[in-house]
């Protein structure tokens, strides 16, 4: 007689274990999702709402992609660090300034884009004192990676609003949020005019959802496979060999 074969413990633990992950990949995908597709809501929300004044917007629950209304004092000849970017493929510099807030605190302000080939540059003055009126975008700042390479005097690599604020002399509290001029703030530099980034998500969490819960599926039925065929008795296997 042929002795009975033992179940592969072994194998059932390693599957429920590799399965247990493959489904926490899957459920946290869609969490990621139904978090993604709220923020592409609000995005668009924000988009339809008018303009209302930075302080009442950043004390609201969702400032991010809000349009604001600021008035900087001398902002057009504040002093500015530069930010290397793209735009449309075209490598360029975004110029910050800083502007100070009613309640103490310092905004940072992304006052446009300049493609490399533009030497001109807004003139910096301390004495200047005019009010310069604009709208803005509210958007969050994410925090450099690793491989950002430090900034060089007054040229950043990375958005960093606490670094870029203290370069510019700030003192006191720095907002998180950055606001990016929708308007310009110096019209008379050629080539320097205001960007907002789109709100570009990528939105493909459904797609590795299904993709982990279909690699689920298929380990489920590579174990039922293996194990039909541990616990199948010789005879068995022999009447199934053509």
């Known amino acids: 007689m042929m002795s009975q074969k ?37 995005s668009a929300r924000s988009e339809q709402m008018a303009p209302a004044p930075v ?10 992609f809000r349009k604001v ?17 793209i735009e449309e493929g075209q490598p360029g510099y975004r110029l910050v300034s800083a502007c100070p807030l009613a309640d103490g605190t310092t905004i940072m302000v992304d006052r446009g884009f300049i ?10 003055r301390s004495d200047a004192a005019m009010p310069v009126a604009f709208t803005g975008v509210v958007r969050s700042v994410s925090e450099p990676s ?8 007054r040229l950043f690599y990375g958005r960093d609003n606490q670094a870029m604020a203290k370069t510019l002399g700030v003192t006191g509290p720095v907002s998180d949020w950055l606001v990016y ?5 110096n019209p008379e530099i050629e080539g320097l005019h205001p960007s907002v980034p789109p709100a570009a998500f990528s939105n493909n969490h459904a797609g590795y959802a299904a ?15 293996l194990l039909r065929r541990r616990l199948m008795r010789p005879a068995d296997l022999q009447g199934n060999t053509p």
């Open 181 to 185: 001029a929708a308007t310009p703030i």
């Open 69 to 85: 209304l600021m008035v900087c004092r001398g902002l057009n000849t504040a002093p500015f660090v530069t930010l290397r970017s």
């Open 55 to 64: 302080e009442a917007v950043l004390a609201s629950e969702a400032p991010e």
């Open 146 to 153: 690793g491989m950002t390479p430090p900034p060089e005097d």
């Open 115 to 124: 493609a490399e080939g533009f030497e001109a540059r807004p003139v910096e």
């Open 211 to 225: 993709t982990w819960f279909g690699l689920a599926v298929v380990l489920i039925g590579v174990y039922i496979g």
């Open 6 to 42: 033992r179940f592969p413990v072994v194998l059932t633990v390693l599957t429920v274990v590799m399965l247990a992950v493959l489904v926490a990949l899957g459920v946290w995908q869609v969490q990621r999702l139904q978090w993604k597709e709220g923020l592409l809501a609000a």
